[in-house]
């Protein structure tokens, strides 16, 4: 499968803890992106990077939250202390702006559950 | 500023029956749209884009979008609604060309289908 990959599927942690998310993108694409998604909501943008660089960061995207994308290949996403509204559904997508493509291809997404 | 408001937070329709997801959106600058779909536990899909060629676009399972300017609408149909079209679909704005801005979702619209 060549699509963009998300570990873990689901995490539950207790308040205070911290975790840490891996998106693995589509090979080819300089484009990754975190997405947050909430139930009943669309989902909102956090960040991305295109390759290594992080372009852009969300006001939802407190102090707690830091992404990297290292090598300009896979990204991780980790919340520090976590809060129980930090439960949600963290999405990754990825695109390749270069070749004129908007399309972003969307992860299975990790669910997180903070309890 | 780009955003999209979806008409409809649920949408039921009858199998066999035409389904109509209604999307307005703003955009300071001539906008990229997309339709995207979410089954349960799966990721979000790529139905359809409008990137300023054709106004009629044609998308997977027979869904098809018309980007009308002079409302501000890109509303999906389809001709006859399948049980397996039950999901949430969002309409997705980004500005065409714009470079440094990610895509902005609508809050989405719950389609079921009855037998």
């Known amino acids: 499968d060549t699509g963009v990959s998300q570990n873990p599927r689901h995490k539950i942690t207790k308040r205070g803890q911290n975790v840490t998310f891996r998106c693995d993108p589509i090979?080819?694409?300089?484009?990754l992106y975190w997405y947050r998604q909430t139930l009943g909501q669309g989902p909102e943008f956090l960040t991305y990077f295109q390759n290594e660089a992080q372009l852009e960061k969300s006001r939802l995207l407190s102090d707690r939250f830091s992404a990297e994308r290292p090598k300009g290949s896979f990204s991780t996403l980790e919340i520090q202390r976590t809060e129980q509204g930090d439960s949600a559904m963290y999405l990754c997508a990825s695109s390749s702006w270069d070749r004129g493509g908007d399309e972003a291809f969307f992860g299975q997404g990790t669910r997180l559950t903070v309890v | 500023a780009q955003s999209v408001t979806q008409l409809d937070s649920h949408v039921s329709v009858s199998e066999g029956t035409p389904v109509l997801l209604r999307c307005n959106y703003s955009?300071?600058?001539?906008?990229?749209l997309f339709w995207y779909v979410q089954h349960p536990n799966k990721g979000l899909q790529l139905l359809l884009k409008?990137?300023?060629?054709?106004?009629l676009v044609k998308g997977i399972n027979g869904f098809e979008a018309e980007f009308k300017k002079s409302e501000t609408s890109f509303h999906l149909t389809k001709p006859s609604a399948h049980m397996s079209d039950a999901a949430e679909y969002f309409c997705v704005v980004t500005p065409l060309l714009s470079g440094n801005t990610p895509l902005v979702f609508g809050k989405g619209t719950r389609l079921s289908v009855i037998a």
């Open positions: 090979s080819e694409h300089n484009r």
């Open positions: 955009s300071s600058y001539s906008p990229s």
């Open positions: 409008y990137t300023s060629a054709a106004t």
